[in-house]
């Protein structure tokens, strides 16, 4: 089946710094990526979705200038959380999608910042 | 905007006992997905619906669609203890490609 693959799966970083999160398509092109934030005990909450090759669609609140997100290849999306605060700390999933592949997460990235 | 609640939020059950969570969206929907995620965990896809009236079984699951396409249910019967965790409904909007998440159902089973 479709596999994704997400990295790193847990980071700790000081306040101010950035953290970048990849996400894999590994056996299949995926046309469409998704990324989620989930907090403790919520659910998932969409905060964008990214085509290969064309900028990021974002989530109303979600500010494109904190999350930045590079689609550069058909397998490969990017999230960076730039000046990364304390309420910024959450479980990150990404999703990928192509035609007959349905939806795969990816295992997530825990992220805490201090 | 677009909406897709669950209920309810969490169930404490005996083990062996049944367990049904449902999902209501605000607008119909083109399929509905539910997932499992264990705690620490990321969600793992269950299974899909697409047509009205859809019911599915996976063992112990029975996962129906509801006519209308505005809600759906899951049921676990006889739960287990490795039946817990929190269970999500994700529905796809008619001409959206975005995949919605419910607020999910936490479930926790008493051995």
């Known amino acids: 089946g479709a596999v994704v693959s997400q990295h790193p799966s847990w980071v700790i970083c000081k306040s101010g710094t950035s953290v970048k999160i990849e996400c894999r398509s590994l056996d299949f092109q995926a046309t469409t990526m998704f990324w989620y934030r989930q907090f403790p005990k919520q659910s998932l909450m969409l905060m964008a979705t990214?085509?290969?090759?064309?900028?990021?669609?974002?989530e109303q609140g979600v500010e494109k200038d904190k999350f930045l997100i590079n689609h550069a290849s058909l397998t490969l999306s990017t999230l960076t959380v730039t000046s990364a605060h304390p309420e910024d700390s959450s479980f990150y999933i990404c999703s990928a999608t192509a035609f007959n592949y349905g939806y795969t997460f990816g295992s997530g990235t825990r992220l805490t910042v201090v | 905007g677009q909406q897709v609640m669950q209920i309810p939020q969490y169930q404490h059950v005996q083990e062996g006992e049944d367990f049904t969570t449902y999902c209501n969206s605000s607008?119909?929907?083109?399929?509905i997905q539910w997932y499992k995620q264990r705690p620490g965990g990321h969600p793992v896809f269950l299974i899909q619906?697409?047509?009205?009236?859809e019911v599915k079984k996976q063992k112990r699951l029975t996962f129906q669609f509801g006519e209308a396409k505005k809600n759906s249910s899951l049921h676990i019967t006889a739960t287990q203890t490795t039946d817990v965790g929190t269970y999500f409904c994700?529905?796809?909007?008619?001409?959206?490609?975005?995949?919605?998440f419910g607020s999910g159902t936490r479930l926790l089973v008493r051995p």
């Open positions: 990214s085509n290969e090759g064309s900028k990021a669609t974002y």
């Open positions: 607008t119909t929907l083109s399929n």
């Open positions: 994700a529905g796809l909007m008619d001409s959206s490609y975005k995949l919605i």
């Open positions: 619906l697409v047509k009205s009236g």
